[in-house]
């Protein structure tokens, strides 16, 4: 019983809040993120694109009075300025992804 609970510690202390990173990472990689955004949490550092790295949300992000994962859909679905600025390009993936995708972001930067 003990080897249990130990291994369960483990799992859910190296998982994002949906699955796992490997899983976030994936669907970072397939909803292309990774072609302009680093991920250096996950070891995504494959870009050569100036675009900040996801593994820290700026204030702006986690202070949004209608919480993060609103600031991140509604920017990404270019409803909504960051600085002055609208995301570069319009979510072009699920719905059910970019929740993943928020989601996973979100427990990511509460790990610093």
Known sequence: MKSITL???FVLTT???????AALTTLLKDNK???CHVVKALGLIE??????DLSHLSKE???YKKGPKKFIVAFLKKKLSKKGSKH?????????DL????????ELNSRK
């Not at 570069?88 to 059910?96: C, I, P, Q, R, T």
């Not at 993943?100 to 979100?106: E, H, K, T, V």
């Open 88 to 96: 570069k390009l319009a979510w072009k993936g699920s719905d059910a």
């Open 15 to 21: 998982s994002t809040a949906f699955g796992d990173d």
């Open 7 to 9: 291994i369960m510690a």
């Open 99 to 106: 929740d993943l995708i928020a989601d996973g972001l979100i």
């Open 47 to 52: 870009t050569k694109s100036k675009a900040p």
């Open 33 to 35: 993120c990774s072609k």
């Open 61 to 63: 992000v986690t202070g």
